[in-house]
């Protein structure tokens, strides 16, 4: 059974940077054609898509948030990671990971993890 498990903190304060991990069990995340993604939920608001990093460790993020957004992984511990920099109250959410398998479309996700609560705060 595959597992991803979001971790990090639960409050920043504004201008410092969200760190957040995923870890994964149950796969690998170099498995060819699998794409390892990360997504917000505001509060009130919808699903937002925040970037993903491929199998081969290519990464994309959502040119909404232009240069704050880095995604990158350590294979050696199966899981990949998100920083956002310079965090404001808009960017408090529910943060996930989930997977998207080879041939599924864009924001199509089999995999999810459950969610981790960010508030940015001073």
């Known amino acids: 059974q595959v597992q991803l498990q979001e971790s990090g903190p639960g409050l920043v304060r504004p201008s410092q940077t969200l760190s957040l991990t995923c870890t994964v069990s149950?796969?690998?995340?170099?498995?060819?054609?699998?794409?390892w993604n990360w997504i917000r939920q505001p509060p009130g608001k919808g699903l937002e898509w925040l970037g993903a990093?491929?199998?081969?460790?290519?990464?994309s993020v959502s040119p909404s948030l232009q240069s704050r957004a880095s995604i990158s992984r350590d294979t050696s511990k199966n899981q990949f990671s998100l920083q956002l920099t310079s965090v404001t109250p808009e960017d408090t959410a529910v943060y996930y990971c989930?997977?998207?398998?080879?041939?599924?479309?864009?924001?199509?996700?089999?995999?999810w993890g459950q969610g981790t609560q960010v508030t940015v705060s001073s």
């Open positions: 990093i491929a199998y081969s460790g290519s990464a």
């Open positions: 149950g796969a690998s995340i170099t498995t060819d054609y699998y794409y």
């Open positions: 989930a997977r998207v398998p080879p041939g599924w479309g864009y924001n199509s996700y089999d995999y």
